[in-house]
């Protein structure tokens, strides 16, 4: 009795979801720590023109008045240029990187209703989905992916029927 060769395309579809996962939860990633940094440099800078400005209005120290004004310029400044720009780009991208999972997911659980050359079309498709997205992307620092691979590691990103 002989044992079916796997599916090349198959491997790859394997391959695909995993990277996506993988580059998803990286991106994820990145926009929660964009998203903190984007808000403490807006917060911090006005909190310290607030203090600066009760410190000159309360205790008549000239030096909290420059102090208030450069710390509200550098918060105003903040605030108008859009500091988060980069953690939606981030998220943008790892919803992107998440869609592209559940297709390979979904291409993998229908892969034994087609022939060969229909999965080869599927993965062809499916990787230059992968390549726009790529394109597209604004790379993200590797401590991102570090992060990801332990909380993938961890279960975040299992599904109850990935365990079946």
Not at 19 to 33: I, P, T, V
Not at 40 to 62: D, H, N, Q, R, W
Not at 83 to 94: D, I, L, P, T, V
Request: no cysteine; proline share 5%; charged share 20%.
């Amino acid at each position: 009795m002989t044992t079916p060769t796997p599916s090349p395309s198959l491997g790859l579809l394997t391959t695909l979801s995993t990277d996506a996962n993988y580059s998803a939860q990286s991106y994820f990633e990145a926009a929660k720590s964009a998203d903190f940094w984007s808000r403490i440099i807006v917060f911090l800078p006005a909190l310290v023109a607030a203090l600066a400005g009760m410190i000159t209005a309360f205790y008549s120290i000239k030096i909290g008045g420059p102090i208030s004004a450069v710390s509200g310029a550098v918060a105003a400044t903040a605030a108008f240029i859009g500091s988060g720009k980069q953690a939606s780009s981030y998220r943008e991208s790892a919803r992107k990187y998440t869609n592209l999972r559940h297709a390979a997911r979904l291409e993998i659980a229908v892969s034994q209703s087609k022939t060969e050359p229909e999965l080869e079309k599927v993965v062809r498709d499916l990787f230059e989905r992968r390549e726009a997205i790529v394109s597209s992307d604004e790379p993200v620092p590797n401590r991102f992916f570090d992060r990801a691979s332990k909380r993938i590691d961890a279960g975040v990103t299992s599904y109850s029927q990935d365990d079946e």
